[in-house]
């Protein structure tokens, strides 16, 4: 018994002694005590976000103008600069910068025969987006509205760069 009893009060004091003297850091901690700060962690770490975004309707361009003031507002709690390409409307625009162009005054047809009179100059946008979109590989795509334009566009999207996240808002 004595022997059981030595062993049990030798294996209490070493995992009190291990415990309580020595603090387990986790792996936060120890980039932390490696780069220097969090703030130079992060800028190592993490480059800007590209976010692509295409409105073809007014509704769709106040939608994206929100959507863009709160992707700003919530990845700059995490210090995360983020970068918005795409076409929209005026709004976007002012949200996003000039890196949205605006198409609504020509995108925003109503009806068949419009879309028929204006299937040239469609098709045209539609290939110098997915164009764009090959070059500038974001990290997401956020199809707002628009479906008869932009449901096309995620499956062309999905074939040509399967990496890329489609959100359709």
Known sequence: WGLLLLSFFFFFFFWFFFFFFFKQKTAYEIRLSLVG??????????RAKKIYLISGEVSGDTHGAELIHAIQSELS?????????????????????GDIRDWIEKAAVMGIVEVLKHYRWFKKQFHSMLDELKQLQPDALILIDYPGFNLRMAKAVRKALPATKIIYY
């Open 37 to 46: 700060s969090e703030n130079v962690y992060k800028r190592q770490q993490m």
């Open 77 to 97: 709690k995490v210090d995360l600069e983020v970068e918005f390409f795409g076409y929209g409307g005026p709004e976007m625009r002012q949200a996003g910068g």
